[in-house]
């Protein structure tokens, strides 16, 4: 009617958070290994990207020879209480294993092209590493046989691998394949960089991409140095055992066994490693992943040095300025002592800086 007042009433819009859509992605990677590293990188990084609400898999994919290398690292010894001891941890990995999102099995590269992934992500891990036996130049982990899927790289590495092997070469053209690569240390960012004239991103390897471990104490760990050395020089044992009878406390390794440590947890579920390692004191050790689970717990470690894998733990030590136990180096002592808090703006930068390159690089 003419002259009535009405009144307006405004109801609140409630804004719903806009999800990211969901793509179906498969991983290539080293996930059947028995090793702890390459089975938490692997379920580092499908956890991660199955808690952005993606669909994950592992493509189940294993050459003969990680098959054979695998089988001759359990069975190789003639020592029967090593060999049953590696029995038990094959055993315990292999229960590890089958926890894992693991897809469709694959014989070769040429079976890529045929699955039904939205992407496919190569890595961690050094698949990449050309003089590695485990991968040994194997074409399908570049993507070999896969044709013109959607594929990205997370956090590869070309390990030992020279600048300057000639065998580099014929992976430009694979190389030149990926919509995105990551990697995860300088050298792997020197060699994509000079064949394919792309810079990569540097991440982190994706064990750094989950929170912290719950730390095990148990008889074993508690008050120990925990031990995660592969394959340590004699050098390097004497070195490691007057360290830890100067500082009163018991040498527990950790994933190996071996006789000069006053214990061993040789066997047990790889998902256990890095909460075991944060169950002691603090940690001695000379591989990639053992430099992770310290870094990821915020562990005080040190670090021994290593022939074969300094060149993987460099980046780690250039940009956090970590402290390393070389050759020359006689004895251990305090000063090899590193140890970042939960207040490491470099860390903590590093790491979201990689979660964001699979964000951006895993978005529809």
């Known amino acids: 009617m003419i002259g009535q007042k009405y009144r307006v009433i405004f109801f609140p819009l409630k804004l719903l958070p806009i999800r990211q859509t969901c793509m179906k992605i498969g991983i290539l990677t080293f996930h059947r290994g028995i090793n702890a590293g390459g089975f938490l990188q692997a379920k580092g990084l499908s956890s991660f990207l199955i808690s952005r609400g993606h669909q994950v898999e592992l493509i189940d994919y294993t050459n003969a020879a990680q098959k054979r290398l695998d089988h001759e ?97 014929s992976l430009s053209p694979l190389l030149a394949g990926f919509e995105a690569i990551s990697v995860r240390d300088e050298n792997s960012l020197a060699i994509v960089e000079s064949l394919t004239g792309r810079r990569p991103d540097l991440v982190v390897d994706p064990v750094l991409l989950s929170k912290p471990d719950r730390p095990i104490k148990n008889a074993k760990t508690a008050g120990a140095i925990g031990a995660y050395l592969m394959g340590p020089s004699e050098h390097d044992v004497q070195r490691v055992c007057r360290y830890a009878a100067e500082a009163g406390k018991d040498l527990c390794s950790i994933g190996y066994h071996y006789s000069w440590a006053a214990r061993n947890i040789a066997f047990c579920d790889p998902t256990d490693v890095p909460g075991l390692l944060a169950g002691c004191d603090l940690v001695v050790t000379n591989t990639f992943h053992g430099v992770v689970f310290s870094l990821k717990n915020r562990l005080p470690f ?52 990689s979660k964001g390159f699979l964000e951006k690089h895993l978005s529809a």
Not at 106 to 121: F, K, N, P, R, W
Not at 322 to 348: C, D, F, M, W, Y
Request: a neutral charge.
């Open 73 to 169: 690292s359990i069975y190789r010894t003639r020592h029967p209480l090593r060999l049953l001891n590696n029995i038990r941890k094959k055993r315990s990995y292999l229960r590890a294993i089958a926890t894992l999102p693991i897809g469709v099995n694959i014989e070769s590269g040429e079976h890529l092209s045929a699955l039904d992934y939205d992407c496919v992500v190569f890595g961690s891990d050094e698949i990449w590493n050309i003089c590695n036996p485990f991968s040994a130049g194997d074409l399908t982990f570049f993507g070999g046989g896969m044709g013109a899927g959607p594929k990205i790289s997370y956090a590869p590495s070309f390990g030992s691998t020279s600048l300057d092997d000639p065998r580099l070469a």
């Open 302 to 353: 040190i670090i021994v040095s290593h022939p074969s894998k300094d060149q993987k733990i460099n980046t780690f030590r250039r940009r956090l300025s970590l402290s390393t136990v070389t050759g020359e180096i006689e004895e251990i002592t305090e000063n090899h002592l590193n140890q970042l808090g939960p207040e490491n703006k470099i860390l903590a930068g590093w790491i979201d800086e």
